[in-house]
């Protein structure tokens, strides 16, 4: 079954830290990976996907095929970065998005 | 660009009332998707448009939910009866053509509480 997990509800940082929010994925396949960020008050959007191979606001993601994974990374975190991230997957030939349970990152100053 | 806009933001029914959502997506997208957010959990499609035709409609509740897309624009969700496991954000996403490749837009949802 496709299913994507992101084990951790919450994540507290401080800011300047490193931050690493972490998404495991089943799939029969070679899904595309997705992540989305819903800021305060704002609506959901995308941060970044897998075949951009891109870094957005000091984000990048790397998938690891061997471990089914998909961890957002950010080296140093900053206050603005607290938001509940998404992450998704879609097959290749599909664009139905399948979300993990999200996870919300705080960073105190 | 205007952002894809829904409508209302917030409703407050009783169960077994029926509730109509309305979403109207970015100019020129054909694809329309409309999502099920319960307290706690991801996103879940419920409905997904290719212009006035449906896509995938796998996961709605044929049972209690409707959905249209008449002219290929604007679109509507309903429920009828409402249940209290119906209480969730309503999402509405619309995308250029579908493709993998391009991006969903969402709107800012509607509250749904079932009393």
């Known amino acids: 079954a496709q299913r994507v997990t992101q084990p951790e509800k919450l994540l507290s940082v401080f800011k300047g830290a490193p931050v690493e929010l972490k998404c495991n994925y089943s799939y029969s396949g070679s899904p595309e990976l997705f992540w989305y960020v819903q800021y305060s008050r704002q609506r959901l959007q995308l941060l970044l996907r897998?075949?951009s191979r891109e870094s957005i606001k000091g984000f990048t993601a790397d998938l690891n095929k061997g471990e089914t994974s998909f961890h957002l990374k950010k080296p140093f975190a900053q206050e603005e970065d607290s938001a509940m991230y998404y992450c998704?997957?879609?097959?290749?030939?599909?664009?139905?998005?399948?979300f993990g349970t999200g996870t919300r990152l705080q960073v105190f100053p | 660009e205007a952002g894809v806009a829904q409508s209302p933001r917030y409703k407050i029914i009783e169960k077994r009332q029926s509730v109509a959502f309305w979403c109207n997506p970015i100019?020129?997208?054909?694809?329309l998707y409309w999502y099920q957010q319960i307290l706690g959990q991801g996103p879940k499609l419920l409905i997904q448009?290719?212009?006035?035709?449906?896509?995938?409609d796998s996961q709605l509740p044929k049972d209690r939910f409707s959905a249209e897309r008449l002219k290929g624009v604007d679109s509507t969700l309903k429920i009828q009866p409402a249940k209290l496991e119906d209480s969730a954000v309503y999402l509405c996403a619309s995308s250029n053509s579908g493709r993998v490749t391009d991006t969903q837009y969402f709107g800012p949802g509607t509250r749904l509480t079932v009393l």
């Open positions: 448009f290719q212009n006035n035709g449906v896509v995938d």
């Open positions: 897998h075949i």
């Open positions: 998704a997957l879609s097959g290749p030939y599909t664009d139905k998005l399948i």
């Open positions: 100019s020129g997208h054909a694809t």
